[in-house]
Each structure stands twice: as structure tokens, then as C-alpha cells.
């Protein structure tokens, strides 16, 4: 049972470019979730969804960021017009129930660098 | 609002010492509480986690139990070994959300 992939590992854009990562949850698991851990940070939560629906994006920047979870495919959290800020590693979490107490399971990361 | 306040690294420790890296939380209602793992170079890995007062979450040799008298889940381990060196994080899952809400990590390294 393959864990939770996500790609790339290392994303590498120029201010004002887009970025767009990808998340694939474990079989089974419906409910994704987004971190973000800048250098030296502990992760902060961004968005949680299920499929096809934004459940919390409490963490979510106003501008520039969004999120999604389609029917089919991965997740996908897109930044426009990235700035150097963006830079950081984005976790990826997927869990079988969002229930309260359930443990996620977290993906390897993407880590964006902003040049 | 909830917050999770952790020990600053980073702690060095020689080969078979004792462990101890403070948590303490402070949350409306009752979460749950874990200790997760990061690797260099990898994501995160629950390493235990407990649901309600005096628990004890326990895994590999760490331990940890809910103190909900002192908002506190200190992990501990008797005896560290070098493949122990990694970041540690405490978090709690916010009440009435989905979410995990982590402290700023403790970064350990275990030296022969």
C-alpha cells in the first residue's frame, strides 16, 4: 500500500511564475490536508478537503493560493505569481475518516524555492 | 485560541542517554495529542499520540502521557540511540476541526 506521494520533491520558480503541487492521497483515504513549514517552523495548517469539496481553508493566504481535490487525480495546491515568501516546504497529509483523533499520514513534501 | 508550546532546541545527547523533550498545550475542549517525527530530508511520521487524560502513548521506546491537571505530553525515551537524531513535533488536533496544530519542533541530535 503505497503511501502518500507527492510531486515534485524540489520545485524551483522565478518570482511571478506559478507553482502547482501535487498530492496523491493513500488508497482509501479521502480527506486531504495541506501544510506549509518554513525554515526553522513547525508546519501550520492551510486547507483541508475531501473530494471534490473545500471543507477548511482557514489557513489558505487570502490571494495567490489555491486548492483542490478533484473526482479523479491528485490534489493540487496552486500558487500564482510566486514570491519569495512562498518559499517552504509543502506537506501534503491524507486520512481514511476526518475524524477528530485519526491519525494522518504525511507525504515526503515539496520543497519550493522562490528565486 | 489552542497553541502548543514546545522545548527550543536543538538538544545534543551522547549515545544511551535519557530523553526528555517538554510539551505543553493549551486548548478549548479536549484534544488529542501527538509527538511526530521528521527525518532529514523526509515528511513527518506519527510517533505516538494519546486521545484523552492520563493515556500514554508509546512507540519505539518513546513515551508520552496526557496530563490534562498540567496541559502537558513531555515525550521521553530511557536510552537514545544515533538513529534517533531528527526534528520533533507536538501537536494537537483542534477541537471541533480537522486539523493538527504543531509546535515549532525540537531538533535532536545523538552523538556516539
Known amino acids: 500500500n503505497a503511501g502518500v506521494m507527492q510531486n515534485p520533491r524540489h520545485l524551483v520558480r522565478r518570482r511571478g511564475q506559478e507553482a502547482r503541487l501535487r498530492c496523491s492521497p493513500m488508497?482509501?483515504?479521502?480527506?486531504v490536508y495541506w501544510y506549509r513549514q518554513l525554515p526553522e517552523e513547525g508546519l501550520k495548517f492551510m486547507v483541508y478537503?475531501?473530494?471534490?469539496?473545500?471543507?477548511?481553508e482557514s489557513g489558505m493566504p487570502k490571494e495567490r493560493f489555491s486548492a483542490e481535490f478533484p473526482k479523479e487525480g491528485p490534489s493540487i495546491l496552486r500558487i500564482q505569481q510566486v514570491v519569495r515568501g512562498d518559499s517552504a516546504a509543502y506537506f501534503c497529509?491524507?486520512?481514511?475518516?476526518?475524524?477528530?483523533?485519526?491519525?494522518?499520514?504525511f507525504g515526503p513534501g515539496t520543497r519550493l524555492t522562490v528565486l | 485560541g489552542d497553541s502548543v508550546t514546545q522545548m527550543e532546541g536543538p538538544v545534543t545527547l551522547s549515545e544511551e542517554a535519557f530523553l526528555t523533550i517538554n510539551c505543553t498545550y493549551t486548548?478549548?475542549?479536549?484534544?488529542?495529542l501527538f509527538w511526530y517525527v521528521q527525518y532529514p530530508g523526509e515528511g513527518l511520521q506519527l510517533l505516538l499520540k494519546?486521545?484523552?487524560?492520563?493515556d500514554k502513548g508509546s512507540n519505539k521506546g518513546f513515551e508520552a502521557t496526557y496530563r490534562k491537571e498540567t496541559t502537558s505530553f513531555h515525550l521521553e525515551k530511557g536510552s537514545v540511540q544515533v538513529s534517533d537524531s531528527a526534528v520533533y513535533f507536538c501537536?494537537?488536533?483542534?477541537?471541533?476541526?480537522?486539523?493538527?496544530?504543531f509546535g515549532t519542533g525540537t531538533r535532536l541530535t545523538v552523538i556516539p
Open positions: 497529509a491524507s486520512s481514511p475518516m476526518g475524524l477528530e483523533g485519526d491519525e494522518q499520514f
Open positions: 488508497k482509501g483515504h479521502s480527506h
Open positions: 478537503l475531501q473530494k471534490e469539496n473545500i471543507i477548511d
Open positions: 486548548a478549548t475542549g479536549y484534544p488529542s
Open positions: 494519546a486521545t484523552k487524560a492520563d
Open positions: 501537536a494537537l488536533d483542534q477541537t471541533g476541526a480537522n486539523n493538527l496544530f
